[in-house]
């Protein structure tokens, strides 16, 4: 009985260590994410946002993930495609790439920006683009140094990408993808 009781407590103090340091793993916690396109038609321009987005970094090695879909693409105030009556299926764009995360953990200043490559990737389309981003990272006042904005800007080249729902656009569409971070834990 005393052996059973041992061997409980030990399984209980093991399960409980194991628990207690997944629960205290550091990490960024994303939040507040948005996707905003800018087009130009001929002198008119189109801006629209989609707050409905998936992001993910990890901080441990810096990998960073946008999902969108085609959706997010959509302006509801641009003209039809040419053909309307098409419907198109849904497809899962991915912005993927590595960020600078040490220097993000142990940024001092109030604003740091970098140069960042991110692929382009829709597996449907066959689609591997690389696209530049400048990456502006804000550290707002000095009362919390976990807390970051992010913000991403880059152009998507419409002659390159040839998405239908960029149809009568000019070639440059810039794409600012925006969220915010919070890093807990240690590291």
């Keep these: 009985m005393i052996q059973t009781m041992r061997i409980l407590l030990i399984i209980l103090a093991m399960s409980f260590s194991i628990n207690y340091a997944a629960a205290q793993q550091a990490n960024y916690r994303t939040y507040s994410s948005v996707v905003k396109l800018s087009a130009f038609q001929g002198d008119e321009n189109y801006q629209w946002e989609n707050k409905d987005i998936v992001v993910f970094l990890d901080y441990k090695n810096g990998d960073f993930l946008v999902r969108l879909k085609n959706k997010d693409f959509y302006n509801k105030l641009h003209p039809e495609p040419a053909d309307p009556g098409e419907e198109q299926e849904e497809r899962e764009f991915l912005f993927k790439g590595i960020l600078p995360i040490r220097d993000i953990i142990n940024q001092k200043s109030n604003s740091q920006t970098y140069d960042v490559e991110l ?5 449907d389309l066959r689609m591997n683009e690389t696209v530049n981003f400048k990456l502006t990272i804000s550290r707002p006042g000095s009362s919390s140094q976990n807390y970051r904005i992010f913000m991403l800007q880059g152009i998507l080249y419409n ?4 998405l239908p729902l960029f149809e009568g656009f000019n070639n440059e569409i810039e794409l600012f993808i925006n969220f915010n971070g919070y890093f807990e834990g240690s590291y």
Excluded: P, V
């Design 119 to 123: 692929q382009l990737i829709c597996d």
């Design 159 to 162: 002659d390159q990408l040839n």
